[in-house]
């Protein structure tokens, strides 16, 4: 199993510009995540999805979209990027939402916004 | 309002000492409390996780502690060792309408040769 890959590992974009950050997982977890690391500062949820075809908010969703189209796959959309979205993303799975046993986090993309 | 809470923030030891990791939350109901470890430009890798009933569980020179009365955790790391080097980082999840987890913002732990 490759767990979770996210592609890609660095990103430079202008201000304004759009991109999609991919994530996909091969232990068939319902549960995946979108978290954000700021210098400092812990993760924050930005989308969760409980299952392909759902979708739900978490703490920081503003400049953000997602989809679930697959139970593998569960892309991160940026619209219109701004400097306040220079972070490390990280996507994540788990098999449970509750016990979140096995729950997993890819290894990050490093996105920077000029 | 559910909070989880690290000390210290960073900490400096030598290699082959023992140090301790420090985790109050706030998150109730409690579902469980796990450590993970992060190395530098890589993702968390999950140490130890403890639901409600457990009060101590180890990994290898891990040992993570729970007081849910009191809402402390701890982790003990022993006999360093360079590769210790990383963030440490406490996760909370509660049982409230969302399921949500909360992340402490990390001890950053250096060891030193």
């Known amino acids: 199993n490759a767990g979770v890959t996210q592609t890609p590992k660095f990103r430079i974009l202008k201000i304004g510009q759009s991109m999609t950050l991919q994530c996909t997982q091969d232990?068939?977890?319902?549960?995946m995540y979108w978290y954000r690391q700021d210098p400092g500062m812990g993760l924050k949820l930005i989308y969760y999805?409980?299952?392909?075809?759902?979708?739900d908010k978490g703490e920081v969703p503003n400049g953000y979209n997602v989809s679930r189209s697959t139970t593998e796959d569960f892309p991160l959309r940026l619209e219109l990027a701004a400097p306040s979205q220079t972070s490390v993303y990280f996507c994540?799975?788990?098999?449970?939402?509750?016990?979140?046993?096995?729950?997993?986090f890819g290894s990050g993309t490093r996105l920077t916004v000029v | 309002k559910n909070q989880v809470e690290q000390s210290p923030q960073s900490l400096i030891i030598l290699e082959g000492k023992n140090c301790t990791l420090q985790c109050n939350y706030t998150v109730s109901p409690f579902s469980n409390l796990r450590w993970y470890k992060q190395d530098t430009g890589r993702g968390p890798v999950s140490l130890t996780i403890?639901?409600?009933?457990?009060n101590t569980k180890s990994n290898g020179r891990y040992t993570a502690t729970l007081d849910a009365d009191t809402k402390q955790s701890s982790l003990h790391i022993t006999a360093s060792q360079l590769s210790d080097s990383a963030s440490y980082i406490c996760v909370v999840s509660g049982l409230d309408a969302g399921n949500q987890f909360y992340f402490g913002t990390g001890t950053s732990l250096t060891v030193i040769p």
């Open positions: 999805s409980v299952g392909a075809g759902i979708t």
């Open positions: 232990m068939n977890h319902n549960y």
């Open positions: 994540a799975s788990s098999l449970d939402r509750v016990f979140a046993y096995g729950y997993t």
């Open positions: 403890m639901t409600f009933s457990e």
